[in-house]
């Protein structure tokens, strides 16, 4: 496997947490990673091991893997881990990028993550925030890559990586059922993302509070402008077909 990983350590709830970013070439299959674990234990060092967070602390996240900014695959959930192949696909972790959205428990832990997220070398204007939803587009890593890592072993494997997708294609592809999702939109947004769009209209300068289709048509163009599509669009559809 050669892989782009991106882990945050942050603190929140007496717990250190740890949300990673995952994308490249798995054996076989291009593919991207979001995980979510925690630990108790109040000094973390490089030995220590993180777990799974319990049910009660999975987060709402996504995210739209790009090759070269061509989208192939689109995945959303609630979940600890969420993660998504393509099978019989080579990539190069470069040519890959994560449009990713997570969204927190509250704002404290939406801050605890944004210090140590910008505390490994990212800037204010390399992301959003919408309430609670973390939205940023995963290119290339700031932590240094892993002792694994190195030219002449990415090249050898990458090498075997690319022969064993070639054969695949040959004489197995057409036995797997291709169930990617296609769409030409580049950015997520979870469901929860509407009311929250919502309720920020509620404060600007809106003359008729009251007048719901001038929001709704206020979101249309908003999704419209910044080419943005709704995982989960039931809600949003709701809306539009009653105020319409």
């Known amino acids: 496997m050669i892989i782009d990983t991106e882990p945050v350590h942050f603190s929140y709830n007496n ?53 070269k900014g061509k989208k192939i695959i689109q995945i959303s959930a609630r979940h600890w881990w969420l993660a998504a192949f393509k099978l019989g696909m080579f990539s190069k972790p470069r040519d890959l990028s994560m449009s990713i959205t997570i969204t927190f428990k509250d704002k404290e832990m939406l801050e605890s993550f944004l210090k140590a997220f910008k505390k490994i070398g990212y800037k204010e ?11 940023f587009n995963y290119k290339k890593p700031r932590t240094r890559k892993v002792w694994t890592r ?7 494997i990458q090498s075997l990586n690319k022969r064993n997708v070639r054969l ?14 296609q769409t030409d939109k580049k950015v997520i947004m979870v469901k929860n993302l509407v009311p929250n769009i919502l309720k920020s209209y509620e404060d600007e300068d809106v003359k008729n509070k009251n007048n719901e289709n001038q929001k709704v048509k206020k979101i249309e163009k908003m999704i419209n ?6 995982l989960n669009d039931d809600i949003y559809s709701n809306l539009r077909d009653e105020y319409e």
Do not use: H, P, R
């Open 168 to 181: 695949y294609n040959k004489y197995l592809s057409d036995a797997i059922e291709d169930n990617t999702q």
């Open 15 to 67: 717990k250190n947490w740890l949300i990673t970013f995952w994308k490249g070439q798995y054996g076989i299959t291009t593919g991207a990673e979001i995980g979510i674990y925690c630990t108790k234990e109040k000094k973390v060092t490089k030995n220590t091991i993180y777990l799974q967070v319990e049910d009660s602390e999975m987060l709402d996240m996504s995210f739209i893997l790009s090759k």
């Open 125 to 135: 204007k390399e992301y959003k925030i919408i309430d609670n939803t973390f939205i």
């Open 225 to 230: 402008k910044n080419n943005v599509i709704l």
């Open 150 to 156: 190195s030219l002449i072993g990415d090249f050898i």
